[in-house]
Nanobody, 119 residues
Framework: QVQLVESGGGLVQPGGSLRLSCAAS????????MGWYRQAPGKQRELVAV???????NYAESVKGRFTISRDNAKNTVYLQMNSLKPEDTADYYC?????????????WGQGTQVTVSL
């Protein structure tokens, strides 16, 4: 079994920062792309940022210059550093990873962590 566990969400004031972490565990042979998605109330889930196993990154336009995605391959962990947070960043944030096990290659999701940006 493979598990993704997120941490680091919370309440922060506008202009503040948070760092999300997502650790993958289980019978993992290799992890390809890892990414962060978010879903605000009443809206569809959207891609925030993605990073390949080689370190190439891609960001949603709305977070470029404010968010930074990184990963530690030795720890099977992906991070999302969020700076200059805005109220519109409020959402549940989900980690996703394309993971190869002995038997399958597929995407896995974490359980989500809530981020609230408010005074």
């Amino acid at each position: 079994q493979v598990q993704l566990v997120e941490s680091g969400g919370g309440l922060v004031q506008p202009g503040g920062s948070l760092r999300l972490s997502c650790a993958a565990s289980g019978n993992i042979f290799r992890i390809n792309a890892m990414g962060w998605y978010r879903q605000a109330p009443g809206k569809q889930r959207e891609l925030v940022a993605v990073i390949t196993s080689g370190g190439s990154t891609n960001y949603a336009e709305s977070v470029k210059g404010r968010f930074t995605i990184s990963r530690d391959n030795a720890k099977n962990t992906v991070y999302l550093q969020m700076n200059s947070l805005k109220p519109e960043d409020t959402a549940d944030y989900y980690c996703n990873a394309d993971i190869l096990t002995i038997t399958t290659m597929r995407g896995y999701w974490g359980q989500g962590t809530q981020v609230t940006v408010s005074l």
